[in-house]
């Protein structure tokens, strides 16, 4: 069964950093793309950061651009996000999502909340 | 960046009866070199992930009810609940995957009349 285990959220002052995990199993994980997407409280989707199989083609929304970098480490079957300078409109629930070769998300995980908040 | 909205943002249905909900895009999502709608749709549940139903527009997801079906081409897709069950309350979001940055519709929020 495929499994993505989202971890790291957590409340944070703004302007701090944040580090998230995304455990992936029951797939080869080194032949997928991968993304986080996050979901403010009670609002819509909103695509975060993407990352090819191989650490390449990685891409950002501009509401994250040079705040945040998503790493993956394929040896250890984990995708990374780390969030810096966070603000509290990046208060959100974090899902990472594994991609198809054509860039559709399937599946998501449970997600992390991340709560900036002084 | 590619603007996706849905109509209605909600939706009430009587059961077994048909549910459909809009997606517009703001530019094509067709790829004209393979003829396909970079198109995908999505349920999402009180308390859960996202679930994908239906990518390249029209094509189920598998496990998907036949119930549910997707339409549409270039800009306009529709997303239909052939006859609507008691489990298929949630939110409905259409995403486009023909460019970055991967965008969403609103959502569209299903309820039972």
């Known amino acids: 069964e495929v499994q993505l285990v989202e971890s790291g959220g957590g409340v944070v002052r703004p302007g701090g950093s944040l580090r998230l995990s995304c455990a992936a199993s029951?797939?080869?994980?080194?032949?997928?793309?991968m993304s986080w997407i996050r979901q403010a409280p009670g609002k819509g989707l909103e695509w975060v950061s993407r990352?090819?199989?191989?650490?390449?083609?990685?891409g950002y929304s501009d509401s994250v651009k040079g705040r945040f970098t998503i790493s993956r480490d394929n040896a250890k079957n984990s995708l990374y996000l780390q969030m810096n300078s966070l603000r509290a409109e990046d208060t959100a629930l974090y899902y990472c999502?594994?991609?198809?070769?054509?860039?559709?998300?399937?599946?998501w995980g449970q997600g992390t909340l991340v709560t900036v908040s002084s | 960046d590619i603007v996706m909205t849905q109509s209605p943002d909600s939706l009430a249905v009587s059961l077994g009866e048909r549910a459909t909900i809009n997606c517009k895009s703001s530019?094509?999502?067709?790829?004209?070199?393979?003829?396909?709608?970079?198109l995908a749709w999505y349920q999402q549940k009180p308390g859960q992930p996202p679930q994908l139903l239906i990518y390249?527009?029209?094509t189920r997801e598998s496990g998907v009810p036949d119930r549910f079906s997707g339409s549409g081409s270039g800009t306009d897709f529709t997303l239909t609940i052939s006859s609507l069950q008691a489990e298929d309350v949630a939110l409905y979001y259409c995403?486009?995957?023909?460019?970055?940055?991967?965008?969403f519709g609103q959502g569209t929020k299903l309820e039972i009349k």
């Open positions: 999502a594994r991609m198809t070769p054509a860039n559709w998300f399937d599946p």
């Open positions: 029951g797939f080869t994980f080194d032949d997928y793309g």
């Open positions: 990352i090819n199989w191989n650490g390449g083609g990685i």
């Open positions: 530019q094509t999502v067709l790829y004209s070199s393979n003829n396909k709608n970079y």
């Open positions: 390249w527009a029209s």
């Open positions: 995403q486009q995957y023909f460019d970055t940055p991967y965008t």
